[in-house]
Nanobody, 123 residues
Framework: QVQLVESGGGLVQAGGSLRLSCAASGRTSSRYAMGWFRQAPGKEREFVAAISWSSGSTDYADSKKGRFTISRDSAKNTVYLQMNSLKPEDTAVYYC????????????????WGQGTQVTVSS
C-alpha cells in the first residue's frame, strides 16, 4: 500500500496559478501510475491527469490539456500538478491517487488515495 500526502492547495484569483504536490511513500511496482482527480461540491469526482512513474508518459482529461501539467520527481517520490490560467470552475478538492497498471493510460481503478487538498479560485 502506498501512502499519499497532498499539499499546495489554497485560494487564488482567476487567471492565477497553483502547483499541487503529492508525496508518496510505501511499496510500488514497476508499472505504477500516479493520478490527480478532483471533486467539486455536488459533483462526481473526475479524472484530471496521470503519469506513469517508470516511463513518464502522461495523460490528461481533454478539458485540462494546455492548462494543467503533471510531472514527477523520482528522487523525491513526489508528483506535481501545475495548474495555470485557473478558472472559478476549477474550484474543487484535488486528490492524488496511485495504483498499478497493465494498460496505459490509467484513468480508473486507483488503489491508494490521499486526503485531498482544497483549491478555490475566486472570480
Amino acid at each position: 500500500q502506498v501512502q499519499l500526502v497532498e499539499s499546495g492547495g489554497g485560494l487564488v484569483q482567476a487567471g492565477g496559478s497553483l502547483r499541487l504536490s503529492c508525496a508518496a511513500s510505501g511499496r510500488t511496482s514497476s508499472r505504477y501510475a500516479m493520478g490527480w482527480f478532483r471533486q467539486a461540491p455536488g459533483k462526481e469526482r473526475e479524472f484530471v491527469a496521470a503519469i506513469s512513474w517508470s516511463s513518464g508518459s502522461t495523460d490528461y482529461a481533454d478539458s485540462k490539456k494546455g492548462r494543467f501539467t503533471i510531472s514527477r520527481d523520482s528522487a523525491k517520490n513526489t508528483v506535481y500538478l501545475q495548474m495555470n490560467s485557473l478558472k472559478p470552475e476549477d474550484t474543487a478538492v484535488y486528490y492524488c491517487a496511485a495504483g498499478s497498471y497493465y494498460i496505459w493510460p490509467k484513468r480508473t481503478g486507483y488503489a491508494s488515495w490521499g486526503q485531498g487538498t482544497q483549491v478555490t479560485v475566486s472570480s
